[in-house]
């Protein structure tokens, strides 16, 4: 199967998803909290004309204020940690975390730094890992399905609650 | 090389302690009170260009911190090291940048991580310990533990201030509207034009250094490809030529040439991905989809012959972990579709005139400050500075090859595509070289040892020049010193962006195509 055929298969089920949950679209906000700019290529691919994700309903948005979900790259610096706390705040709720890359997930080769908190969950609540060194394009695609499966959980709870 | 040495020894005869020389490295201890006349004299009046400065603290052996102030000598393959020591208990030193202007970020860098006080310096603010961090936290001094966490306390950075009638500051970042790496800039701006730039970086500071001392040596090199995730490559050969220098192993022909053609590879896919970058902030989107497209081809490329897609996990120290050999065709193949389609965007983006419009003339460097600043990379040849470490310094197998180093004089955002565009199509008939010619043989030697020792590592990367300095004691890396080229890179952007609009500032960033990660580490 080519990467051509991997990312329709995969985006067709996720724009499925997308459009049961929020109607039409997700819109996402990347964070860099300290990464090697690595995941920052990968995630830049995805809006290149080959994974194209614009088409299955995914929208890479400029503030945080107009985002359902946050993608955090990198251990978290000591430096970024009030940045991205800030950026946290400002998301509207009902709010998803997906962190992207190993060092996001558990602060990969930085983890016991002087300057490193070692992974976003020691920061903010995380719904999702996507792991990787960087994650392919595919894998983030993958993720981000699980991340608003997770989403569509959310919603459920607090419809059965009230 | 012995000439100018010999030059520098008669002149300051009474100020030089000791002159040692390994390979093609010589070590002038000197006094530190002569440093200042001695960098001028070498940087303004020799033209030998001050690449790296870094310190050592060396309290334990020879109760004395020390710095390094490394020159490159380009016309001989050879780097002279100046060295002063510094008293543990007075740690101040005479500062050199008010007389070269190159070393600034270097001597605040050493008084953050070091605490040493560089007595002069005319902005002695804070760079990588933000004002957060308390006082006498030096993380690279040997008695300072990894692991320690420092309490936050209040303080503010104070910014330079700009006045005047409708001068007013727009703040940017650290987290940006675009998919890029955090930093803060703060504009002074009078109506459009920008009177004033100042960037505040060290927002992804991960104490890279500190880890390298703490990790075994294995570890070593996937850390090295980490420090700037698109010039990974770059990153790891520098690294492993440092460790292989100082081992004094002679890898395998054929080692030699893979790695050359991992490097244009990233070289390639990077330049496409900058040149994509400003179609994109010049709002020209078919001609960035075109060049997006591209990239993707090359990453796929990448790929299929490595396993991944950034080309990490390739490089160890004693040669490459992985033979491409057999992929000969299929990269042949592949690359001359790539070439073929890559001439045709860059047709198409040089006859648009909304982007011409937008690219000439815009974010000029001029030659003096580049010179002045030591500029890098394309950037820097983009400025009329003919330096490149392939030719200079030669390493890997590139000695081997024919290849032209392109050189503009303008120093705009258009010059600057042009370099890049020319150095794609240079880079691709390297690889094709390297194909061609790759011996038959082993990929790697075992390199399970390493002696003590210390040596310079260095590459030229798709963003320039990058230098590793590297001590190793008892098979572990006591000092590592990591000079990534956005490092010198990034004080430039404050000159290109005067007296241009707002609006073209991410042109103008782009085109200069610089790392924070590899930049704060």
Known sequence: MTVEDEIEIMGQRLNDKIRKIFGRSLHIREVDAGSCNACEVEVNSLSNPIYDIERFGLHIVASPRHADMLLVTGPVTRNMELALLKTYNATPAPKLVAAMGSCACNGGIFAD?????????????????IPGCPPRPQAVIFGLMVAIGKLEQK???????? | MNAIVESITKEYNNHILEVSTSQNETYLTVKKEIIMKMCDHLYHHLDIPLVC???????????????????????EDAFIILRIDIDGKNPRYPSITNKVAAANWYEREIQDMFG???????DPRRLMNFEDWPAGVHPLRKDFDIKTKPPRIKGEYAYRRVEGEGVYEIP???????????GHFRFSVAGEPIINLEIRHFYTHKGVEKLFENISLDKAVFLAERISGDNSVAHAVAFCQAMEKIAGMDIPPRAKHIRTILLELERIYNHIGDIAGIATDVAFSFGAAHANKLKEDVLQ??????????LRGMNTIGGVRRDIGSKKDEILVSLSVIQRDFRKLMG??????SLMDRIETTGRIYNDIAKGLHVVGPVGRASGIDRDTRRDHPYAAYREFNFKVPV??????????IIRGDEVCESIALIEQALWSLPEGEIRIKADDIPDGNALGYCEAPRGETIYWIRTCGNKIERCKVRDPSFCNWLSIEYAVLDNIVPDFPIINKSLSLSYSGNDM
């Open chain 1, 113 to 129: 730094t002087y300057a490193s908190m070692g992974g976003v969950d020691k920061v903010i609540p995380v719904d999702v890992y």
């Open chain 1, 155 to 162: 919603i459920r709870k607090t419809e059965v609650r009230s």
């Open chain 2, 53 to 75: 400065i870094f310190a050592t603290d060396e309290r334990k052996e020879e109760g004395s911190f020390k710095i390094h102030y490394v020159f490159s000598v380009d016309r």
């Open chain 2, 116 to 122: 040493l006080i560089p007595v002069g310096h005319p």
């Open chain 2, 172 to 182: 940017v970042g650290p987290v940006h509207a675009g998919v890029i790496e955090p």
């Open chain 2, 301 to 310: 490329l990448n790929e299929r012959i490595t396993g991944s897609r950034l």
């Open chain 2, 348 to 353: 198409l983006l040089f006859s648009t005139p």
């Open chain 2, 408 to 417: 503009s004089k303008a120093g705009d955002v258009h010059a600057r595509t």
